[in-house]
């Protein structure tokens, strides 16, 4: 049998070799789950709901924005104007719209909100793209969705002193964003600036709160590099997003890139002011890994905030594999807090 006698230098360069390979494969197999499929075998649910569709509540540059109210088919406790909550959409904040509310597992959470004397209002905003409409555009639609609520739900019979947020995925983040910052910050409409995007409490289901860890911004650029040549399209669809997302283009400006994600990133503003919150978050989600969940929850309890989180070991990202059974549960556990916060 032939011996094989490797110089010194040689075991280097294979152990390199070896050890950026093991690098990039890391790297990129974090990037590609982004956009990992979120497809739901659930039966799907065929309510009739009392709904409003398509009310305007705000024109950007001619553009009209446009939010869908579902009204629950009995009263709140004898209530008069029913408990609202706001449903901020995913879709990587590039795509989606309001309709996915009636998809998934929030079909479900719909259905057991409005059966239970609440009305959900499930809301549409700018989408992000590489020239207009980042993350600042949409966080301001977010709160400008909570004060049209405020100065107009009366006249749709919701009380407008029983409002929460709920977000899924992106939607999560923007949710985080409208119930944490303060009012002066993502000012909107002119005419909605005065009223306030106050909401009493906020339901997180699998949102990214740190999105520097969430698209590795931190990548030196020798690894970016080597992946740029071994997972191109991956590397891709990652700057990709982040120019839509903060208007920047991380090969030249990543500066700027990492200072646009800390400022859009939630576990910033955690202070002993936040609403009370409900964190919701699969153990097996490898689009938004279950630790920024558990950081966020970490955060708020540090500061006193009233907080909690409730992990489902099997889930993936948007609950995609839930089961009838877990769906139920979502929305028990999303009903149960939303009562909890009512304030009669």
């Known amino acids: ?8 230098r040689q075991k280097w360069l294979i152990a390199i070799g070896l050890g950026t390979g093991a690098v990039i494969y890391f790297a990129s197999s974090k990037l590609s789950s982004a956009y990992a499929s979120t497809a739901s075998s659930l039966p799907k649910l065929s309510p009739s709901y009392p709904s409003f569709k398509n ?9 009209n924005l446009h939010l869908d109210i579902y009204k629950p088919s009995t009263t709140h406790k004898g209530a008069q104007l029913a408990p609202v909550l706001i449903f901020i959409h995913g879709g990587s904040w590039v795509e989606a719209s309001k309709n996915n509310i009636k998809k998934t597992f929030r079909q479900y959470v719909l259905k057991t909100l409005t059966q239970n004397g609440f009305a959900v209002v499930s809301v549409d905003y700018r989408l992000a793209n590489k020239k207009i409409n980042h993350i600042q555009h949409q966080i301001a639609d977010c709160k400008d969705a909570v004060r049209w609520v405020r100065l107009n739900g009366e006249k749709y019979g919701l009380d407008a002193n029983n409002i929460g947020i709920w977000g899924a995925s992106a939607g999560g983040q923007l949710a985080m964003m409208t119930a944490y910052t303060d009012e ?8 909605l600036k005065n009223t306030t995007a106050h909401v009493n409490y906020l339901i997180d289901t699998y949102g990214p709160t740190d999105l520097n860890t ?3 911004t931190e990548l030196n650029p020798f690894i970016t590099a080597f992946a740029k040549l071994c997972v191109r399209k991956v590397i891709t669809k990652r700057n990709r997003q982040l120019k839509c997302v903060t ?8 500066k700027r890139v990492m200072q646009m994600c800390q400022e859009f990133s939630p576990i910033n503003y ?3 002011n936040c609403c009370p919150t409900l964190i919701m978050h699969g153990g097996a989600d490898t689009t938004v890994k279950i630790e920024q969940s558990i ?14 989180m409730v ?3 099997r889930l993936k990202h948007s609950f995609c594999n839930a089961s009838v059974a877990e769906a139920h549960d979502v929305a028990q556990r999303i009903l149960a807090f939303a009562q909890s916060q009512y304030k009669g």
């Open 55 to 63: 009310v305007i509540y705000k024109t950007v540059d001619g553009v």
């Open 184 to 191: 002066n910050c993502y000012i909107g409409n002119a005419d």
């Open 1 to 8: 049998m032939a011996e094989f006698n490797l110089t010194q």
């Open 214 to 216: 969430l698209f590795r």
């Open 247 to 254: 208007g920047f283009d991380i090969d030249t400006q990543k």
């Open 270 to 272: 955690v202070n002993k």
């Open 295 to 308: 950081k966020m929850f970490v955060e708020l309890r540090k500061c006193g905030v009233e907080a909690k």
């Open 311 to 313: 992990r489902y070991k």
